[in-house]
């Protein structure tokens, strides 16, 4: 019996960053977090009640009690699928932070993966965590978090090269969130960590959205820091949050 997982909200909707952009996927959004980015727009505060799309794509929600069990969102996948088929490429694990409940995924994501590949969006910082389940995903998109935009109060530089190498061979893709404080040193940084491992692993960089939907870094900018990544790494490319330009979830 695997431990109790908290689920903030369970919807479908197109994936609007980093590799798999443009997809559409369910995503399942975890409660909780090792960080506190102080861009973050999602309220990952642990509760009892989670938020599940009424009909996948509809943005209407209903309340369901938590935690939640491997058979019920099973039971769920399997409905979801049934009602449009083929419509999703992948589930996406997000939060929060997933990998805080690796031991409970571990046991989860056989299950789930015979029914859609695994996509796990992570904070890219616990390296131990991703051993006990990244046998089981098929993509991972990593944050790297930039002090500049996330402004965490401790320096992840470390941990990120941990975790990357950790993660390296599961379709591993780095994901950076770019401002117009964002400097060039730490660009150079981003870009050591992932030469130190695979120069040709993609780097997506995401211009900051701000709470009124305006983009907080000028396009002059954004350029910048384009030529400066394309400079050391092969594949490096800007986008921004596209399921916020479509007025999706």
Known sequence: MSDPVYISEIFSSIQGEGMLAGRRQIFVRLMECNLDC?????????????????????????????????????SLLDDWLSQ?????????????????????????????????????????TMH???????QCVD????????????????????LHA????????NNVSVKVVIGELT??????????VI???DVTLPLFLQPLSMPDGSIGISAGRILHLQELASSRLPDVRVIPQMHKLLGAL
């Open 183 to 192: 400097s060039d040193h730490e660009i150079r940084q981003v870009c050591d």
């Open 84 to 124: 449009m088929p083929g419509a999703h490429h992948s589930i996406s694990f997000t939060g929060g932070e997933p990998l805080l409940y690796a031991d409970a995924l571990a046991e989860w994501f056989p299950l789930i993966r015979t029914t859609l590949p695994i996509h796990l969006e992570t904070n890219g």
């Open 195 to 197: 030469s130190s491992v």
């Open 162 to 169: 941990l975790f990357l190498q950790e993660a390296y061979g």
């Open 139 to 158: 993509f991972i998109s990593m944050d790297m978090k930039l002090p500049s935009t996330a402004g965490c109060s401790v320096q992840l530089w470390d």
């Open 38 to 74: 102080k861009y973050c727009d999602t309220d990952f505060e642990k509760s009892d009640i989670c938020r599940l799309e009424s009909k996948p794509g509809s943005g209407t929600f209903v309340t369901i009690p938590q935690p939640i069990s491997i058979h019920n969102l099973s």
């Open 128 to 134: 131990d965590a991703l051993r006990r389940v990244k």
